[in-house]
């Protein structure tokens, strides 16, 4: 009977955590390291979101602007690192550089006041957008490089649990101390998380480092060669990356359009730096449980018997609902601004919890079928100039809404047309990756490991894993 009860037990976290025995420990360092990432992040995005507000929406309108353009320099200029360098030697560069920067902000925090002050809070706020996905899309083409694709199916869902967790506690840390102690004891214990999230990728390489992953994955322990701008030609020439592009600008103009709307509700709510920290840091704590809850039990099942279409088609569905019932609630007679914005935290913590439990683990692994170089040099440049590019276009379409004053209603006008293109492009980048995967996309590259096997494709349920 204990015999039975225990095999029953161990089949249940099996259908939840779905990890082989041989995998787990680079599963729980590689979920270590996202940890450590979105843990230092989320204790930096409040600072970084309070600052942007401190003046008037137009300035943070030309912010996003300015951001766009800065992140195709970082990108470009990572590029020519990864060119030079090999795995080991420039995710940890990338990441480091990172930390000296915040201890550039500390002393500026420390020695400015006044306009210049405000000034180098909107530095920080340009330059946190840049590197929030920056840092993030290296982790996941790092992922991609330990992982093949038939177990980022299976695991970067219980990976990203990792990364969830640490958001969590970074936004509890903020919610409970942001008036208790000074941004600059934030942004230091932020730089000591990324230090330990640079201990894990070296640990996982070493984990990896075995003769058949040093021979799939070069990078591991030479340059990836080439030039700066491979990852931008690369971009150019392949329709299945520009396909993820237009996917990813797509997403960021629907999440620009939400965060000007929360932007407006927390400024109507609070005019003090420190309560507008509070504010934003309650919401990222209760989108992140959200997203712990459906990580666990929802997109693991999703992606394995519905397939990677329809968990990418999940977030157009949302958009489109959320706005249309915000637009519906704010049009009811003597309704309150607290309901308006009551409605509005559940459809933004629903949205973040799609985009980043659901949707996050389905998207990376279209890129586990391009080749080392294109991960390290073409994925950032979709991730985040793509993205923010995406932002920039977000922005524009806020702007001529607000400009011809139909508010949510215009919002929800603007979710239809871009749900129904955003949900058809799910579906055709499901379709080229199952073609990239099965090796009959004449284009592609990549090297299949013969011995491994493609569980169901692209668009199917998945089966068995290796």
Known sequence: MQESESTSRSGLVARVIPVEPSEWTRVLLSGGCFFFLLFGYFLLRPI??????????????WLFLITCGVSLIVTLAFGGVVSRMDRKRFISLAYRVVMVCLLGFIIARQTLDGDQLVYSGYVFYVWLSVVNLFITSVFW??????????QGKRLYATIGIGGTLGAILGSNFVWWLAEQIPAWVQISIAIVAFECAVQCVRLIDRRSETPVQAQV?????????????????????????????LYIMLLAISNTMIYFTQAKLV???????????????????????????????????????????????????????GFALLAWVSRIEGVQGWQVFA???????????????????A??????????????????????????????????????????????????????????????????LARAQHRRASGMDESNEIELNPTST??????GPTGSTT
């Open 267 to 321: 400024v109507d709510a609070s005019d003090e730096l420190s309560g507008r920290i509070a504010l934003f840091a309650q919401l990222d704590m209760w989108t992140q449980v959200a997203t712990l809850l459906v990580q666990l039990f929802v997109t693991a099942h999703i992606i394995k018997r519905l397939g990677i279409g329809v968990a990418l088609a999940l977030l157009p569905i949302v958009t489109l609902a």
């Open 363 to 428: 998207r990376e692994t279209l890129f586990s079928v391009v080749p080392t170089g294109e991960k390290y040099k073409a994925k950032p440049i979709v991730d985040v100039f793509l993205y923010r590019g995406g932002d920039v276009a977000g922005t524009g379409v806020e702007r001529a809404i607000a400009g011809v004053g139909l508010g949510l209603v215009g919002m929800a006008m603007v979710a239809v047309p871009l749900a129904v293109l955003w949900g058809g492009l799910a579906f055709a």
């Open 48 to 61: 970084r979101e309070a600052m942007g507000v401190q003046r008037s929406m137009n300035d943070l309108r």
């Open 343 to 361: 409605v509005f935290a559940t459809f933004n913590a629903l949205h973040r919890a799609t985009r980043y439990a659901v949707i996050r683990p």
């Open 217 to 245: 994955n070069p990078a591991m322990r030479v340059p990836v060669g080439g030039q700066w701008v491979d990852g931008m030609m690369a971009m150019v020439r392949s329709p299945y990356l520009l396909g993820i592009g």
């Open 141 to 150: 083409a790092f992922m991609a490089d330990v992982w093949q694709l038939d």
């Open 454 to 459: 493609i569980p169901g494709g692209a668009l």
